[in-house]
């Protein structure tokens, strides 16, 4: 059982950076895929990152690879996405998500969400 909750979205202009957070208030990260996916106005929900936990192997989407990291930290049990040169057409709900299987695109392999943290880049 994980209750996710995130953290860190606000407004940035395009070219800016933020990092989001994810922290656990039930449960722990350590036998889980983690991941985040974001959701702009009338758009499916996307697959942006990845990690696994316990060896830290990551994964991206392809339009976010070079500009976006996704890290751990263990000791506070809490999974991070570092997002540079931010465009506009990021605009978009982020939600952190856990999965117990491989590290995977499909929202539908991710049992666990967070209530989403808005990021808004403006032009």
């Known amino acids: 059982q994980l209750q996710l909750v995130e953290s860190g979205g606000g407004l940035v202009q395009a070219g800016g950076s933020l990092r989001l957070s994810c922290g656990a208030s039930?449960?722990?990260?350590?036998?889980?895929?983690m991941g985040w996916f974001r959701q702009a106005p009338g758009k499916e929900r996307e697959f942006v990152a990845g990690?696994?936990?316990?060896?830290?192997?990551?994964a991206y989407a392809d339009s976010v690879k070079g500009r976006f990291t996704i890290s751990r930290d263990n000791a506070k049990n809490t999974v991070y996405l570092q997002m540079n040169s931010l465009e506009p057409e990021e605009t978009a709900v982020y939600y952190c998500?856990?999965?117990?299987?491989?590290?995977?695109?499909?929202?539908?392999?991710?049992?666990?969400w967070g209530q989403g943290t808005q990021v808004t880049v403006s032009s």
């Open positions: 990690i696994r936990w316990r060896d830290g192997r990551t």
């Open positions: 039930v449960g722990t990260f350590s036998s889980y895929v």
């Open positions: 998500a856990a999965s117990s299987r491989l590290i995977s695109r499909l929202k539908s392999d991710y049992r666990y």
